[in-house]
């Protein structure tokens, strides 16, 4: 079956790094669009990052451009995440989810993925 595996999260100090990974098996992972959601408590989740199949196009949350580098080695069937100048306000758990890679998947839209990871916490304290 599809497993996607999330790594890397853990607490940080404001302004830190972290830099998080998914592995993918059970599934062809060059044939889908990777994403990253995240999701703080009591609020809904929300899009983060996304990365085409081949990695030539990628997408950002407006809180994210310029901070979040979102990458993928389709032969370690792995994405990442690299979170750079984090703040508290990024506190919430990460998910990897995968979309089968179409012209009509919204890189930003929950409901277009078809798996997901059960999610690794970020922390960033003050």
């Known amino acids: 079956q599809v497993q996607l595996v999330e790594s890397g999260g853990g607490l940080v100090q404001a302004g830190g790094s972290l830099k998080l990974s998914c592995t993918a098996s059970g599934l062809t992972f060059s044939r889908f669009t ?21 990695g030539a196009s990628t997408y950002y949350a407006d809180f994210a451009r310029g901070r979040f580098t979102i990458s993928r080695d389709n032969a370690k069937n792995t994405v990442h995440l690299q979170m750079n100048s984090l703040k508290p306000e990024d506190t919430a758990v990460y998910s990897c989810a995968a979309a089968i890679d179409t012209p009509w998947v919204t890189p930003h839209e929950v409901n277009d993925y078809n798996y997901w990871g059960q999610g690794t916490q970020v922390t960033v304290s003050s």
Do not use: N
């Not at 990777?34 to 081949?54: C, D, L, N, Y």
């Open 34 to 54: 990777m994403g990253w959601f995240r999701q703080a408590p009591g609020k809904e989740r929300e899009f983060v990052a996304a990365i085409t199949w081949s």
